[in-house]
């Protein structure tokens, strides 16, 4: 039985939360088993749009630079087309160029290459963690933010894409292009498989704001234990 009548963004106040909790500060939790894409993939979602399970297919081979501006190319979801979205500049000064170094280090293709399985989707376990299940607290709940607002309204990972789609459709009609929205977002609206104009989506992208400008990937693996 569904339990809340539909999904929401997040606040500008529940962001904060979300981008200054743990996984974000210099401490770790107890009993907190931190893995990389804690940090990256709530990150990569906010600024991409993407679906967990998305980010979470997303290889080396599937960082692309189109007229000399870097993307990340997305093509596995089955209900929404593929698409190129720029790099934030956020990402990159979060330490994503240090990251990559480190999973070519470590042999692995992957870019959330700790993010396991779990009945063939990778959004399962990114489910459980952000949300958490059953008595188990998710990241949300440890930050104070709860599932199911007081009018019904439900909270999760897949709420970024709807801040991502708030913004989105503001700095493209403001770059008078319909057709931008349409194609960073995936939607059929768009009909063509390409959009030539890199230029304009990565100045539609980098209008994103930026939620906190102290992460950096280097901090949350040298955070000392609680």
């Known amino acids: 039985m569904k339990t809340h009548l539909g999904r929401r963004p997040f606040s500008a106040m529940e962001l904060h939360t979300l981008y200054n909790g743990y996984?974000?500060?210099?401490?770790?939790?107890?009993?907190?088993?931190?893995?990389?894409?804690?940090?990256?993939?709530?990150l990569i979602s906010y600024y991409s749009g993407a679906y967990s399970d998305e980010i979470g297919y997303l290889t080396l081979d599937d960082l692309i630079f189109k007229q000399n501006i870097l993307c990340f190319s997305f093509h596995t979801h089955g209900k929404i087309k593929p698409r190129l979205v720029p790099v934030h500049k956020a990402l990159i000064n979060h330490g994503l160029n240090e990251y990559i170094a480190f999973i070519k280090s470590q042999n692995q293709h992957r870019l959330m290459f700790d993010l396991p399985a779990k009945t063939g989707?990778?959004?399962?376990?990114?489910?459980?963690?952000?949300?958490?299940?059953?008595?188990?607290?998710?990241?949300?709940?440890?930050?104070?933010?709860?599932?199911?607002?007081?009018?019904?309204?439900?909270?999760?990972?897949?709420?970024?894409?709807?801040?991502?789609?708030?913004?989105?459709?503001?700095?493209?009609?403001?770059?008078?292009?319909?057709?931008?929205?349409?194609?960073?977002?995936?939607?059929n609206?768009?009909?063509?498989?390409?959009?030539?104009?890199?230029?304009?989506?990565?100045?539609?992208?980098?209008?994103?704001?930026?939620?906190?400008?102290?992460l950096h990937w280097q901090r949350f693996i040298t955070r000392e234990s609680h």
Request: net charge positive; hydrophobic share 40%; proline share 4%.
């Open 121 to 187: 989707r990778y959004s399962e376990k990114v489910r459980i963690w952000f949300s958490g299940e059953g008595e188990r607290a998710g990241y949300l709940q440890k930050c104070d933010i709860p599932n199911v607002d007081q009018l019904g309204m439900k909270t999760a990972i897949s709420s970024l894409r709807l801040n991502f789609e708030q913004q989105v459709r503001i700095h493209a009609l403001q770059a008078n292009s319909k057709d931008a929205f349409n194609y960073l977002m995936g939607f």
């Open 23 to 42: 996984i974000y500060g210099d401490v770790k939790v107890m009993r907190e088993q931190p893995k990389h894409w804690h940090f990256w993939l709530p």
């Open 189 to 214: 609206e768009y009909p063509h498989n390409e959009f030539n104009d890199v230029l304009l989506l990565n100045n539609v992208i980098q209008k994103i704001r930026i939620i906190n400008s102290h």
